[in-house]
């Protein structure tokens, strides 16, 4: 195997496992913010707060898996 063809594999292998990584991430987040909210108006307010931080952090991590498989998708 040439030296092209072997980093082209371990780029492959790294992006593979980073887009693995984000889509575990990703999930993560999603099953935290429908986990519903407490009763108690004070905890609600601040896992109202959280909820906004989290869908920001869903969000760039939805880019950076869209722009993986983008790269994946050139590698084929």
């Given at each position: 195997m040439g030296q092209v063809q072997q980093q082209a594999g371990t780029?492959?292998?790294?992006?593979?496992?980073?887009?693995?990584?984000?889509?575990a991430r990703l999930e993560a987040i999603k099953a935290d913010i429908r986990?519903?909210?407490e009763s108690d108006l004070e905890e609600r307010a601040i896992q109202?707060?959280?909820?906004?931080?989290?869908?920001?952090?869903?969000?760039?991590?939805?880019?950076?898996?869209?722009?993986?498989?983008?790269?994946l998708a050139a590698l084929d």
């Open positions: 780029d492959r292998a790294r992006l593979v496992e980073k887009r693995d990584e984000l889509r986990r519903g909210l109202l707060q959280n909820d906004e931080v989290l869908e920001g952090i869903a969000n760039a991590t939805a880019a950076e898996l869209e722009e993986v498989d983008a790269r």
